[in-house]
Each structure stands twice: as C-alpha cells, then as structure tokens.
C-alpha cells in the first residue's frame, strides 16, 4: 500500500547543504502527513518533522530556522531541504507516512523508507 524511497543523502561539511526527496507510491498521497525521521549510532529515532495534507508544518526545535519540510502533490514527493548543517546532524534519515494524522511517534506511522545518509564534518 504504501513505499518510500529517500534519496539525496551525502557528506558535507558543516554550514554546508543538502536536500532529502522521498518518492512515494501511495495512491491517496495527499491525504497522508508525510514525516522525516532520523537515527544517529546508538542513539533512538527521532522525529524531524512534519507536513500535514493541509501544507502545515513542523519542526522539532533543534532544526527550526534551518530545515524545511514541504511535499509535492502532483509528483508525490516529499523534501527536506537542510541549511547550516551541523556535526549533530549526522544520522540515517528516514521518510515515513501516516494516513490522515501527524504524530511525533514513530510506531504511528504507516510505512517508510530505506533511508538515506547525512554525514556532517566539521
């Protein structure tokens, strides 16, 4: 029902940028929230963000002013577009959808990606 494909990942150095792209076959795509994760080496998944099917958006507090979520309806494709990357930036991350609601939670999403690595120098 429902597959994620992230692409976009790399190295940078810090201050540097990048942009994530999930491609998502989901039939109803723009009733879902679409979501990014992410998980660093020993530490849990964390939620990044959020737009919901109405184009609201949200951020944890670590990324707001430097990363911004948004989605295309028409090619069913959601970015994230990270500025002034840090070194704490470093992790896998992952694409995730949920049908209808948003959530923090990671275990109320539906599907998700492989996920795509970012890797921040300094």
């Known amino acids: 029902q429902v597959q994620l494909v992230e692409s976009g990942g790399g190295s940078v150095q810090a201050g540097g940028s990048l942009r994530l792209s999930c491609a998502a076959s989901?039939?109803?795509?723009?009733?879902?929230?679409m979501a990014w994760f992410r998980q660093a080496p020993g530490k849990e998944r964390e939620w990044v963000s959020s737009?919901?099917?109405?184009?609201?958006?949200y951020y944890t507090d670590s990324v707001k002013g430097r990363f911004t979520i948004s989605r295309d309806n028409d090619k069913k494709i959601l970015y994230l577009q990270m500025n002034l990357l840090k070194p704490e930036d470093t992790a896998m991350y992952y694409c995730?959808?949920?049908?209808?609601?948003?959530?923090?939670?990671?275990?109320?999403?539906?599907?998700w990606g492989q996920g795509t690595q970012v890797t921040v120098s300094s």
């Open positions: 995730a959808a949920r049908s209808r609601r948003c959530g923090i939670q990671s275990s109320l999403y539906d599907g």
């Open positions: 989901i039939a109803t795509y723009s009733t879902y929230c």
């Open positions: 737009i919901y099917s109405d184009g609201r958006t």
